[in-house]
Structures are given as structure tokens and as C-alpha cells.
């Protein structure tokens, strides 16, 4: 192709493969200014590969060239033609990030499958956490990315990897609940999640979904055998039943919450009297 071409001229020519210039190469440039991948730009990656540059190069932000691609659904067939060349998969950025990260962050369900298929330990590679101790599956909850976080658990993710503020995926996807996260915590829930597990707020998955008076998940919980009456470890004052709001009156969903824990068991002595009154 004529890009291949001239790739190629160039390189006969003395031109280096590995030149630095404002901190990318020529290899990392092809990512940068051929969004959108045909033939002729895969010909130049292999061009330059092919003499020498350097696939494991890094940006200003740590960033490799199979990171870049993995962030693109537009770069999926040049991931195989990387990964040949010793493209390292466990490589992080100046974040933490790896490859699989940045594809799962951007809900590159293509890019994920393959980098996944291509490690030699899974394991290693889908519970690597970054500086701030995210985990893929914890970006895919947050992208509430089904198929990927299917795809993850599938791949050996640990559902109860804890970030550096305490919390689960579990937690992460009912922090960020709406109503299509039923089924991400359906699957979370069957992949072995802690329901009992607190944050270092000491949260509990209970207590966050009693604080938005979550009923779908309420219900799963308790299903599952979230303790009703268990502790806050930052608020011995506090168990799941303490977090319902209290600064209106009872709606349905509440009093159905509610009647929910008392039959579960729960001490109504935790329950806010504002509220005990409204049900008394």
C-alpha cells in the first residue's frame, strides 16, 4: 500500500524506527493519527515492526501501544499483530493501568475477549489493580458492562478484590445503581460476592442499598444472607436498618424494605425513631 510503501522507503533511507520526538515514536504515532484502521495502516505497524521499533515503547503517560489499542474498538485485528511481536500484556501506565484495563474502560467488548484469550495466566492478568486499587471488573461494573464482566468472571476476576477505599465490585455496582445493574448483581452474587463485606466507611452492601431504598437488591441480599444485624464498624450505633431515609415519610418501597428486615430478624432498636414512629 502506499503508506507501507513509504514506510518502507523511508526506513531504507537511515530513518530511525525508535526516534523520540515530544515523548511518541514513530510506532506509537501510528495509533495517534490512524483512528481509523484499515489495511494500509496495519501495513505500516508491521513495516516498522518488522525493522526493529519497539513494541513495548511507552508515552508521556506510560502508556505501551497495546494500550492505546486496546482503548479503540477501531484497532481490534492489529491486537494479534502486537501481541506477536511481544507486546507485554501486564505492562502498566503511570495509573496502574493495563491494557485490559484501558479495553474494559471503554467498553471494547472485542479487545477484552482477546487480550484475555492471549494471556498465559489469566489470573494474573484480569485482577491486576491500579494505584487507586481498581480492577477490571471493577471498571466494567462501573461501565456497567454485562458482557465483559461476564467475560471477566469467566476469566478467574476475584469478585471481592477490594479497591484502596474498602470496596467490592459488589459495593461499586451499588454505588452506581440504576435499573439495568439488576443483572450485573445477579451475576456478581452467583460469582461468590460478599454480601457482608464493609468499606472503610463501614458499608456494607446492605447498608448502601438501604440508604437509596433499593428494593431489587434489598431483596436479593437478604435472599443471599446479608446480615441484617450486623455492625457498622465505623458507627457501632449504625446496622443496614439505620440508613433508610428518614427525612420525609415512609413511601411503599420503604415500608416494604422495612417489613423485609423484621421478618429477616432485625433489631428495630437500630431503626431511626423518626421512621419507628411513622410504622408504630
Known amino acids: 500500500s502506499k503508506y507501507g510503501n513509504v514506510a518502507t522507503f523511508l526506513i531504507r533511507r537511515g530513518a530511525n524506527v525508535n526516534q ?7 510506532l506509537l504515532n501510528t495509533i495517534k493519527y490512524f483512528y481509523n484502521y484499515d489495511s494500509s495502516h496495519t501495513e505500516v ?13 511507552r508515552n508521556d503517560e506510560h502508556k505501551t501501544l497495546l494500550m492505546l489499542a486496546a482503548s479503540n474498538g477501531k484497532c481490534k ?28 474502560s471503554k467498553g471494547c467488548s472485542q479487545n477484552v475477549s482477546k487480550l484475555l484469550q492471549s494471556a498465559k495466566n489469566t489470573n494474573d492478568l484480569v485482577n491486576v489493580q491500579n494505584h487507586e486499587g481498581l480492577s477490571a471488573l471493577m471498571f466494567a461494573v462501573k461501565e456497567r458492562g454485562l458482557n465483559i464482566i461476564q467475560d471477566l468472571v469467566d476469566h478467574g476476576a476475584d469478585v471481592n478484590i477490594k479497591d484502596v477505599n474498602g470496596n467490592t465490585a459488589l459495593l461499586h455496582a451499588l454505588t452506581h445503581y440504576i435499573e439495568q445493574t439488576k443483572e450485573i448483581i445477579t451475576t456478581l452474587f452467583k460469582a461468590g460476592s460478599n454480601v457482608n463485606c464493609q468499606n472503610n466507611d463501614g458499608l456494607s452492601p446492605l447498608m448502601l442499598a438501604s440508604s437509596e431504598c433499593l428494593l431489587y437488591p434489598i431483596s436479593v441480599l437478604l435472599d443471599s444472607g446479608a ?16 440508613f433508610f431515609p428518614c427525612e420525609h415519610y415512609l413511601k411503599r418501597d420503604e415500608i416494604i424494605c422495612i417489613e423485609a428486615f423484621v421478618e429477616r430478624g432485625a433489631s428495630m432498636s437500630y431503626l431511626n425513631p423518626h421512621l419507628f414512629h411513622q410504622i408504630m
Not at 20 to 26: A, E, F, G, L, V
Not at 80 to 99: E, I, R, V
Not at 227 to 242: F, G, P, Q, R
Request: aromatic share 2%; proline share 3%.
Open 20 to 26: 523520540i520526538s515530544k515523548n511518541s515514536t514513530p
Open 227 to 242: 446480615d441484617v444485624n450486623a455492625v457498622s464498624m465505623k458507627d457501632n450505633t449504625k446496622t443496614a436498618i439505620s
Open 77 to 104: 485485528s492489529i491486537l494479534p499483530l502486537l501481541l506477536d511481536y511481544g507486546a507485554n500484556l501486564n505492562d502498566q501506565d503511570n495509573k496502574g493501568n493495563t491494557a485490559l484495563t484501558h479495553a474494559v
Open 45 to 57: 505497524l508491521e513495516v516498522l515492526l518488522e525493522n526493529g521499533a519497539s513494541v513495548n515503547a
